[in-house]
């Protein structure tokens, strides 16, 4: 079985255990550019392609002035086009105007001083799904799917547990409770090695610039925690793994 198909494979079985995809759902893509995303969008259009269920897809590719990174949107548009995918780009930034609305709290003085202590990281990634949530709901998505894989929730439970003193991560189906949409995550089976290497046997293009804060961060922290871990038991990605399904935190309907 060549890579391709184990990852198609894979990304398949999520589809089915993890009921991620319903009769008729319209698909947000959140597409930083990055490799995960390209892939998600990749499988996603080929997926629709399948008669059953029948569901489209869509793509939001989001700008952050603040953060000085930066992704050639020339070549995403060429990617969707390819894949008959319609692409959306939205410019924002931190000071944005902040809906408190939109982030469930009682007021929006009360959000803006929460978020003043919040480090660049945390307001970069809220302000992007901010613009996912309000672009799903105008489009009238049911579903918005993000890329992230095996690797990326396993290092979110360690990060949990390690700084927050619980064991929880991402969950893979999460159902918004203030809005009719539910975040997916069908890379979740797939491992980070695999799709580093289909992305340089697809030839996707990288980002141009790369965030300044990607390499200064307890996630990076975890990720080499999580790597020695593996040299020192091979099976603990399927330990931990396992853990977090009897724990019921994969799936929060």
């Known amino acids: 079985m060549t890579l391709e198909e184990r990852l198609w494979k894979t990304f398949n079985k999520a589809l089915g255990q993890y009921q991620l995809i319903d009769e008729g759902d319209k698909i947000l893509v959140g597409l930083s550019g990055g490799k995960d995303s390209l892939c998600l969008l990749e499988f996603l259009a080929r997926r629709s392609h399948v008669h059953v269920p029948h569901f489209t897809v869509e793509a939001l590719h989001v700008r952050m002035e603040n953060i000085r990174y930066e992704t050639d949107t020339t070549y995403l548009q060429s990617f969707c086009d390819r894949l008959g995918v319609p692409l959306h780009i939205i410019t924002t930034s931190f000071n944005s105007q902040l809906s408190a609305r939109a982030c469930s709290l009682s007021s929006e003085r009360t959000l803006n001083s929460q978020l003043k202590s919040k480090p660049a990281c ?30 990326d929730i396993i290092h979110t439970a360690l990060m949990n547990l390690t700084f927050q003193g619980h064991f929880s991560t991402m969950p893979i189906k999460l159902r918004m409770r203030k809005m009719p949409l539910t975040i997916i995550r069908p890379l979740c089976l797939c491992q980070e090695n695999d799709i580093r290497t289909y992305a340089e046997l697809q030839n996707y293009e990288k980002q141009l610039k790369l965030c300044p804060y990607e390499k200064d961060t307890n996630r990076t922290t975890i990720q080499r925690l999580f790597s020695h871990m593996e040299q020192l038991n091979p099976d603990a990605r399927h330990s931990i793994w396992r853990a977090l399904e009897e724990e019921g935190n994969l799936v929060d309907y």
């Open 122 to 151: 945390f307001l970069c990634s809220w302000q992007r799904r901010k613009q996912l949530f309000n672009l799903a709901q105008e489009l009238g998505c049911t579903k918005i799917a993000l890329g992230h894989h095996q690797d």
